[in-house]
């Protein structure tokens, strides 16, 4: 059984209950997640060819040093970097090192930071110098994705017409979801209730009330659906080693839709595809 609870009566652990923000708390997300996105639209001139992962991470640590944020993953259960960056074939977590990205990369940038407590999440692809067009088309799949998940947002569907929205423009595209992660509940915790699927049908999961905040982060492969993850225990890869996109954006349910928290505001959300439109 579904439990929805006001957030301010929620003890502050992930308990499996949904809860349910007020204008105070869709105010504190609007502040963390400007900032997240306002790292991610500089990161965009630092993206080329010969710039390491480890130079990415280091900007994302004193962006938010000189933004009064905090890095949500550094010293997360282990995890010792400020963001992830997942290039090529990795789907998800991958870990900053020293190794220079090369032309023809796509690279995806996770960044969450924390402000007054409030925990701002979003990820962009961004292409290294010149990519395929089988690799442009794949962040045009997953950008679209993301976007038709978001228009199913509403008070009274379920959390499976996002999958479902997804689920079906992906596969029309000849490429695959991926079943492993999912989106999550967000706000004053970094991962909470309700666990967002970016598969399944619109009847399915819980209901979608005004007040809940959660992001949707679909990750679409070129290839099959099946990944594994590395003896580090953080980066996720496809085990066919086809390329993995993923875009992410923290959502609000309103009384009427829902609101982006973490729009560009530059315009740059799809970095390098601009003349298909941003958000």
């Known amino acids: ?34 900032v997240t996105a306002q790292c991610l639209d500089e990161l965009v001139s630092h993206v080329r060819p010969g710039v390491t992962t480890e130079e990415i991470d280091r900007f994302v640590f004193e962006f938010g040093m000189d933004n009064g944020a905090l890095p949500a993953t550094l010293n997360y259960r282990g995890y010792t970097k400020s963001s992830c960056t997942s290039i090529n074939h990795v789907v998800c977590h991958g870990i ?14 996770d960044v969450t930071y924390v402000v007054d407590g ?15 067009r089988a690799a442009e088309r794949l962040l045009e799949v997953t950008h679209e994705c993301l976007m ?25 595209e000849r490429c695959s979801v991926v079943r492993d992660f999912c ?30 905040i959660f992001t949707i982060e679909p990750m679409i492969n070129l290839g099959r659906p099946h990944v594994k993850v590395l003896s580090d225990g953080w980066t996720a890869v496809t085990r066919d080693r086809s ?10 349910v309103t009384a009427d839709g829902c609101e982006i928290f973490t729009l560009s505001p530059a315009g740059l959300f799809k970095p390098g595809l601009h003349a298909l439109g941003n958000a």
Not at 155 to 160: I, K, L, N, V, Y
Not at 198 to 206: D, I, L
Request: hydrophobic residues 35%.
């Open 183 to 212: 989106g999550h509940g967000v706000g004053r915790l970094f991962h909470d209730a309700p666990n967002i699927l970016h598969y399944g049908s619109a009847n399915e999961g819980p209901e979608l009330k005004e007040g809940m």
């Open 148 to 172: 038709r998940g978001i228009a199913a947002v509403r008070p009274g569907a379920r959390t499976g017409a996002i999958g479902e929205a997804i689920q079906a423009y992906a596969e029309s």
């Open 96 to 109: 900053p090192n020293d190794k220079p990205l090369r032309e023809g990369d796509i690279v995806n940038i």
């Open 1 to 34: 059984m579904v439990t929805y609870i006001e957030a301010g009566a929620a003890p502050y652990k992930n308990t499996g209950a949904i809860r349910l923000y007020g204008p105070e708390g869709f105010e504190g997300m609007r502040k963390a997640c400007r």
């Open 243 to 252: 390329l993995s996109a993923q875009y992410e954006h923290t959502v609000g």
């Open 118 to 132: 409030w925990h701002g999440d979003s990820s962009r692809m961004y292409p290294v110098g010149e990519i395929k």
